[in-house]
């Protein structure tokens, strides 16, 4: 297996922060694994909302998640504030492929990256449905560069 590169924030092109909480450090003094992951979650979730394009209560179409993936490169521990890089990398069908770095308080390289894969499907029936014309618009905005 090939290991990435910690990223810089210029791979990315919408960022959003979160604070460390006490309640993430694990026994060994840092930030436990499996926080990262709730941060790729509120990052790609996040973004869809604020650009309308998740309505979680009501909306047609969900994403779900069918793969994720986290490369670590240094650690993180509280009163850290996170910064989350997100950028988009494939763009099918049904699904989209986001990328989110994640930034320790002002440093330009990342501490951890990962992979977030959604599937779109219809809210009742769970069958993939086609991406909306809006969400492949917006996510045009956040490509990384090829």
Not at 46 to 54: A, I, M, S
Not at 70 to 85: K, N, Q, S
Request: glycine share 6%; charged share 20%; net charge negative.
């Amino acid at each position: 297996m090939t290991r990435t590169r910690p990223r810089p924030r210029s791979d990315f092109h919408w960022f959003c922060q979160v604070n460390t909480q006490w309640k993430d450090i694990d026994i060994y003094g840092h930030v436990n694994n499996a926080v990262h992951y709730t941060w790729f979650d509120t990052a790609v979730n996040g973004w869809l909302v604020d650009r309308g394009l998740l309505d979680p209560l009501c909306g047609e179409a969900v994403g779900l998640v069918v793969h994720t993936s986290c490369e670590y490169f240094d650690e993180v521990v509280f009163p850290d504030l996170v910064t989350c890089g997100l950028c988009v990398t494939r763009v099918g069908t049904t699904s989209v492929t986001y990328e989110i770095s994640l930034f320790r308080n002002d440093r330009d390289q990342s501490f951890a990256h990962g992979t977030f894969v959604h599937v779109y499907v219809d809210r009742l029936t769970r069958r993939p449905v086609p991406l909306s014309e809006d969400m492949r618009h917006a996510v045009h905005h956040i490509r990384a560069p090829h």
